[in-house]
């Protein structure tokens, strides 16, 4: 049972690239979500979804877009990287009961911005 | 909203001291809460929960309980290992929802 996969685990970006972090999970969870980790800062929500064809925006939004078109899958994208978006990454999922059930993690990606 | 403080640390303690974390909460009502765990290079992961007032969540000699008069989660390990070396998070949900508030997290280092 592979739980939550993301892809890849480390990147680095030059200032204005584009790119997707791939999030996958095989446990039919409705809802997922991703965060970022920054020192200090705990982890913070960017994005979330409840299921598949609806998603909604988190705590720092700005400059990520995601999508939600199968359950399974929850990428995240970067439309203009930019260094304050060096981050590590994690998605996450649970069956999503609307009252707080266990989340899973990925093992994150670490990402550079240059 | 509902939100998390936690004790920040960093903490540094030998082998078989005793751990305190302490971690309180504003809530709308009684959510369920959490401590999550991360170890070094990897993903967080559930570490135990509790679901309703005076509930004690315990997993690997770690324990916590929910108090509604202090509206704290401390967690708790009566002696800990070089093993338990992480950062810990603190985390409720937001009300009627999945998602969850952390804390800012306590990087905990267990010494030989």
């Known amino acids: 049972n592979a739980g939550v996969t993301q892809t890849p685990k480390f990147q680095v970006l030059k200032t204005g690239q584009s790119m997707t972090l791939q999030c996958a999970q095989d446990?039919?969870?409705?809802?997922m979500s991703w965060y970022r980790q920054d020192p200090g800062m705990g982890l913070r929500l960017i994005h979330y979804s409840v299921g598949a064809g609806i998603t909604d925006q988190g705590e720092v939004p700005n400059g990520y877009n995601v999508s939600r078109s199968t359950t399974e899958d929850f990428p995240l994208r970067l439309l203009s990287a930019a260094p304050s978006q060096t981050s590590v990454y994690f998605c996450?999922?649970?069956?999503?009961?609307?009252?707080?059930?266990?989340?899973?993690f990925g093992q994150g990606t670490r990402l550079t911005v240059v | 909203g509902n939100s998390v403080t936690q004790m920040e640390g960093p903490v540094t303690l030998s082998e078989e001291a005793f751990l305190t974390i302490n971690c309180t909460y504003t809530?709308?009502?009684?959510?369920?809460l959490f401590w999550y765990v991360q170890y070094p290079g990897e993903g967080l992961q559930l570490l135990l929960k509790?679901?309703?007032?005076?509930d004690k969540g315990s997993n690997k000699g770690f324990e916590a309980t929910y108090r509604k008069e202090t509206t704290s989660f401390h967690l708790e390990k009566g002696s800990v290992q070089v093993s338990d070396s992480a950062v810990y998070f603190c985390a409720l949900p937001l009300g009627g929802s999945e998602k969850l508030v952390f804390g800012k997290g306590t990087k905990l280092t267990v010494n030989p």
């Open positions: 509790a679901t309703k007032a005076d």
């Open positions: 809530a709308t009502g009684y959510p369920s």
């Open positions: 996450a999922s649970s069956y999503g009961q609307g009252f707080g059930t266990e989340a899973f």
């Open positions: 446990m039919n969870h409705e809802y």
